[in-house]
């Protein structure tokens, strides 16, 4: 007997499919929200880590925050603590050699060898005056579009910082997280309005909404209320629930995750891939 495939298997399948789609050219996926605390940092390694796991690589998570982010806290622990300000200011060797290589940017990202995807993180010198404006994105996009397939670019909470404007205009897909409480759904429903007011209006016509749980049980009116908000504002709203092993604030084990956690990262994933 060859019994077909049920509902569920049949849908994962597709959101598979989604995931490893082939593009036409590198794409980069933007994660916003002002707000601290809003589960950016856990978007950005999360939608990286099912892109590189079923893209067989050539994903990175970047921290573009322009002081000091927490994507490297949450990453595994590379031999190395260089950053994306290291990594900027050996540019002009790098790229002054001729030819640059993947091998190369090896002694600036961290490898995650299970989930197959790199993280670039932010500067972690607390003595450190150094910061990345809109020309360091960019002379950093350049170069690292070269070499990823898929970019996701954690932002910080300063929406007038220019590197953080400089990343929503390289954008092939905006996603907005918000958990599900009404301070980090105002954040994220006021960067939308400030978006649209500055010329933005299809990037956030076409942005996907990410509400994840915060706690295990989930408030049914606020949860149905900003559904209804965001699904008037954006592409899509997807749902991610609460899970304990994230809880701990260290590095992200995507296989620790539930079952339940992970299949809901990947039907966020196969949305998010659908915009690109």
Same mark, same amino acid.
């Given at each position: 007997m060859k019994p077909a495939p049920g509902r569920a298997e049949r849908v994962r399948r597709? !959101?598979?499919?989604?995931?490893?789609?082939?593009?036409?050219?590198?794409?980069? *996926? =933007? *994660? *916003?929200n002002p707000k601290g605390g809003a589960h950016k940092t856990t978007a950005t390694m999360l939608l990286a880590a099912t892109f590189g796991l079923h893209r067989g690589g050539y994903t990175l998570a970047w921290d573009n925050n322009e002081t000091r982010g927490t994507l490297g806290w949450r990453s595994s622990h590379a031999d190395h603590t260089r950053t994306a300000v290291d990594l900027l200011h050996a540019l002009p060797d790098l790229t002054g050699r001729g030819t640059l290589r993947i091998g190369d940017l090896d002694a600036y990202v961290r490898t995650q060898p299970n989930e197959q995807f790199d993280v670039l993180a932010s500067d972690e010198n607390a003595a450190s005056v150094s910061s990345v404006d809109a020309q360091s994105f960019r002379s950093l996009h350049t170069v690292l579009s070269q070499f990823y397939r898929v970019l996701v670019v954690d932002t910080g909470n300063n929406m007038r910082a220019s590197n953080w404007r400089a990343a929503v205009d390289t954008a092939? !897909?905006?996603v907005v997280v918000s958990t599900l409480r009404e301070d980090t759904a105002q954040s994220a429903a006021w960067a939308l309005d400030a978006l649209r007011a500055t010329g933005h209006e299809e990037l956030v016509r076409q942005a996907v909404t990410i509400l994840s749980f915060p706690e295990p049980k989930v408030d049914k009116d606020l949860r149905q209320r900003l559904r209804s908000h965001f699904g008037a504002l954006t592409r899509?709203? =997807?749902e991610v629930p609460h899970d304990r092993a994230l809880v701990t604030g260290g590095p992200i084990d995507h296989a620790a995750l539930r079952p339940s956690t992970r299949d809901a990262w990947l039907r966020a994933t196969a949305v998010v891939a659908d915009g690109l």
């Open positions: 597709s !959101q598979v499919e989604a995931v490893r789609r082939t593009f036409d050219g590198p794409r980069t *996926v =933007v *994660v *916003v092939d !897909q905006l899509a709203v =997807v």
